[in-house]
Nanobody
Framework: QVQLVESGGGLVQAGGSLRLSCAAS????????MGWLRQAPGKERELVAA???????YYVDSVKGRFTISRDNAKNTVSLQMNSLKPEDTAVYYC????????????????WGQGTQVTVSS
């Protein structure tokens, strides 16, 4: 049984930082693409960042230069370092996994975590 468990969300002031982590189990982690997606109230879910099994990395334009995605295949974890946070970054952040990075990027990954709330106050 595949499980993705996110941690690290919380409340932070604008300009602050948070680091999200996703611990994966039940899958061959190194062969899967991983990603972070978010959904704000009243908005559609959007891709934030994705990293393929070959370390191809994609960021949505709104987070480029502020967020960094990374993976540790030895620990079966993927992280999202979020700096210079803005109120518009407020959302539930989800970890996703799929063999194909395109599926993660499209929001149609096979596996999902339960989400972690990130709230940025102005």
């Amino acid at each position: 049984q595949v499980q993705l468990v996110e941690s690290g969300g919380g409340l932070v002031q604008a300009g602050g930082s948070l680091r999200l982590s996703c611990a994966a189990s039940g899958l061959t982690f190194g062969k899967n693409a991983m990603g972070w997606l978010r959904q704000a109230p009243g908005k559609e879910r959007e891709l934030v960042a994705a990293i393929s099994s070959g370390d191809y990395i994609y960021y949505v334009d709104s987070v480029k230069g502020r967020f960094t995605i990374s993976r540790d295949n030895a620990k079966n974890t993927v992280s999202l370092q979020m700096n210079s946070l803005k109120p518009e970054d407020t959302a539930v952040y989800y970890c996703a996994a799929d063999f194909y990075v395109q599926n993660v990027m499209r929001g149609s990954g096979d596996y999902w975590g339960q989400g972690t709330q990130v709230t940025v106050s102005s």
